[in-house]
């Protein structure tokens, strides 16, 4: 991941949260056309973040087994308290 890219994708992460956002949400926040700060794809083609639909509900975006692991290995500041 890029320098410039890598910080971005914890942002992302820790903007989501523990707990699923709706996709509209997440895509309004952090869709860019810079492809020089493709901080969503980058996440997805890492595996950072998982989609979800159930059936008569809205999609969602979680972040991922993979995704918490990462960002609880790079975090550099402790957690706040929810």
């Known amino acids: 991941m890029s320098d410039v890219v890598d910080p971005l ?10 707990v699923p956002r709706p996709y ?3 895509i309004d926040a952090w869709r860019t056309s810079c492809p020089r700060l493709p901080v969503w ?10 989609q979800r639909h159930e059936a008569g509900g809205e999609a969602l975006v979680a972040v991922s087994a993979r995704g918490r692991a990462h960002l609880e290995a790079h975090r550099t500041a402790p957690r706040r308290p929810a």
């Open 9 to 18: 994708v914890l942002d992302l992460l820790e903007w989501i949260g523990p």
């Open 24 to 26: 509209v949400e997440v």
């Open 41 to 50: 794809e980058e996440a997805n083609a890492r595996g950072f973040l998982e």
